[in-house]
Every structure is written in C-alpha cells, then in structure tokens.
T-cell receptor, first 113, second 112 residues
C-alpha cells in the first residue's frame, strides 16, 4: 500500500510569484485535505477536496486554491505569494470526507524570498 | 471550534510510561478526541481516538474522563522514537469535512 506522497520536497519562490504543489493520496482514499504549518506552530487547515469538489475551507484567502483529479490526487495553488506564505504545506488523505483517520504526507517546504 | 489545552513540554525516560494530559472543558457531545503526533521532519501521524470509553491500540491507550472534559494519552513504554510533538484535537467527525484544528501540542522529550 503506497502512502501519501507530495512533490516537490522543497521549493524557493519570490514574492508575487505563483506556485503549485502536488499530492498523491493513499490508495483507495477519495478525500484530500491541505494544511499550512508555519515554523514552530501546529498545522492550519486550508481546505478539503472530496470527489473533485471543495468540501470545506479554513481561514485562507482566495489566492489559495486547489484541484482534485479523478484519480483523487490533488494540487494546491497559491497566487501572488507573500513572505508569510513560507511554511511547510501538508497534504492528508482519508477514506471518507468525515473519516476519522487522516494520513499525512511528508510535506513541501516552501520558502518565499 | 472547541479548544484543547496541553502542557508545552514533557520529559520521560526510555522504557518508562508517559501520561500526556489534555483539557477540553468546552467539548460537545458529538466531538471525538483525537491524538496525532509529529516526529521531526515528518507529517503528523494518527495515534488514537475515542468518544466516551477508554481505547487501546498498538501504539497507545486513551483514557477519557467520565465528564469528557479531559483525557490522557498513555504511552506504556516510551522509546526514543516516541520523541515528537503530540497534538490533542477535538474532531466533529460524522458528515462534517475533515478539518483537524491543531493547537501548539506537547513536545515530548525521551531520555535514554
């Protein structure tokens, strides 16, 4: 059974640029959630995708957007990058939208200069 | 979101039991108590969850107070690999989307 994978591992961008992060969910999981984790803080929920639709959103501006594909993999897009967007971005998959256990990937470390 | 309160840090010796407390006085009747941990340079990892009764699995035990306003994660024999940040989370579950609200967590240090 393949776990949750994310790419790239690290990324450096400059302020104002756009970035796309990718996530492959665990086999059989139809739900993907994205989290942002600033240094020294707990992860903060960005949004969740279930069957290719956004299924809930945290307190993040519209420049954070996402997609989920028919194979349940997902992308997180961030436009107009700001310095405060520097963080670890985590993807988590689960079997159901309200499923109890979420399986996290290793994350993508984004640095905005 | 109902909040949880955890100590910032705790220390333990290897092969000794560890009791990690969590207070959640505003818990609602439908909130599940979840524990995740995050090892250095990794994503969070599910540990255990419960609703009202105490729970055991291969990783840990969860003891839930009768009034559900507090809970304790028990690692029966700590190992160096258990050194991590432990998060206690209240999760609505059911048909709600999977928003886990992480706090600061407890940093567990395990001494050899």
């Amino acid at each position: 059974e393949t776990g949750v994978t994310q790419s790239p591992t690290h990324l450096i961008k400059t302020r104002g640029q756009q970035v796309t992060l990718r996530c492959s969910s665990q086999s059989g999981h139809n739900t993907v959630s994205w989290y942002q984790q600033a240094l020294g803080q707990g992860p903060q929920f960005i949004f969740q995708y279930y069957r290719e639709e956004e299924n809930g959103r945290g307190n993040f501006p519209p420049r954070f957007s996402g997609l989920q594909f028919p194979n349940y993999s997902s992308e997180l897009n961030v436009n107009a990058l700001e310095l405060d967007d520097s963080a670890l971005y985590l993807c988590a998959s689960s079997l159901l939208a309200g499923g109890n256990e979420q399986f996290f990937g290793p994350g993508t470390r984004l640095t905005v200069l | 979101d109902a909040k949880t309160t955890q100590p910032n840090s705790m220390e333990s010796n290897e092969e000794e039991p560890v009791h990690l407390p969590c207070n959640h006085s505003t818990i609602s009747g439908t909130d599940y108590i979840h524990w995740y941990r995050q090892l250095p340079s990794q994503g969070p990892e599910y540990v255990i969850h419960g609703l009202t009764s105490n729970v055991n699995n291969r990783m840990a035990s969860l003891a839930i107070a009768e009034d559900r306003k507090s809970s304790t994660l028990i690692l029966h024999r700590a190992t160096l690999r258990d050194a991590a940040v432990y998060y206690c989370i209240l999760y609505a579950g059911g048909t709600s989307y999977g928003k886990l609200t992480f706090g600061q967590g407890t940093i567990l240090t395990v001494h050899p």
